[in-house]
């Protein structure tokens, strides 16, 4: 094994490998990125701040415009959000039960929605 390869962040094992561009630990599973101290999944970004990806894995940032890729039901409403709508200007939040967009939708009003139903403009 090659010393110059840090110990696993998980268990702290010395037996990590390079597979590819990441680093793999064998006794626990654990796989993480050799150049950056982003995880794998994109949870945290270098700076400590969560990073909210859209369905297909666009980074998004406040004031993007993104567009929902599937219908929506709403409460209340006879028609839900229909697949396509384009909302402008969203805003990220540490929401309640995975709604981490802010926004407003036209004829719909405020409201939260999922990164993962929606797709970058």
């Known amino acids: 094994m090659n010393e110059n390869l840090p110990p696993c962040p998980e268990c702290s094992g010395t037996y990590t490998y390079e597979m590819g561009a990441l680093l793999v630990c064998p006794e626990c ?5 050799a150049t950056s101290s982003e995880a794998p ?3 945290s970004g270098a700076s400590g701040e969560k990073v909210i990806k859209d369905a297909v894995g666009n980074v998004l940032a406040d ?3 993104v567009t929902v890729i599937k219908a929506l039901k709403v409460k209340g409403s006879p028609s839900g959000i229909k697949a396509g709508t384009k909302v402008r200007n969203i805003k990220l939040v540490d929401g309640v039960d995975g709604h981490d967009i802010d926004c407003r ?5 405020n409201m939260q929605l999922k990164s993962s139903v929606v797709k970058k403009a």
């Open 105 to 109: 939708v036209e004829g719909f009003g």
């Open 41 to 43: 999944d994109g949870e």
């Open 29 to 33: 599973g654990h796989e993480w990125s």
């Open 63 to 65: 004031g993007d415009t």
